[in-house]
């Protein structure tokens, strides 16, 4: 079982920046058996979407097209985290993002919420214009 604590969500205006913060945790939990890290959005009435991921072994980004060149996912090895760093927010950025784990994709690439095994709860961004 593999726990995710998301944090830094918060409100911004337009133009403002957040920066997402998922820690990894649990006895079973290892960046050795972990294909991925990614980021999902939902904004209400929508469906969730992808926003960002990061692969973990090789550091290869992807990015929805609408953030790209705005928003940089990272990650730190040593604290099991990986970051989201929004910047240029718009009012359109406003949902619940959720961090979420791959342990091993095998059927679905990392922009798919299908690939991934363990998500986080969820944390408010909103963007006032």
């Known amino acids: 079982q593999v726990q995710l604590v998301e944090s830094g969500g918060g409100l911004v205006q337009a133009g403002g920046s957040l920066r997402l913060s998922c820690a990894a945790s649990?006895?079973?939990?290892?960046?050795?058996?972990?294909?991925?890290m990614g980021w999902f959005r939902q904004a209400p009435g929508k469906e969730r979407e992808f926003v960002a991921a990061i692969r973990w072994s090789t550091g290869n980004t992807y990015y929805k097209d609408s953030v790209r060149g705005r928003f940089t996912i990272s990650r730190d090895n040593a604290k099991n985290t990986v970051y989201l760093q929004m910047n240029s927010l718009k009012p359109e950025d406003t949902a619940v993002y959720y961090c979420?784990?791959?342990?091993?994709?095998?059927?679905?690439?990392?922009?798919?919420?299908?690939?991934?095994?363990?998500w986080g709860q969820g944390t408010q961004v909103t963007v006032s214009s």
């Open positions: 979420a784990v791959d342990r091993r994709s095998r059927l679905y690439t990392l922009e798919s919420e299908s690939a991934y095994d363990y």
């Open positions: 649990g006895r079973t939990f290892s960046t050795f058996s972990t294909y991925g």
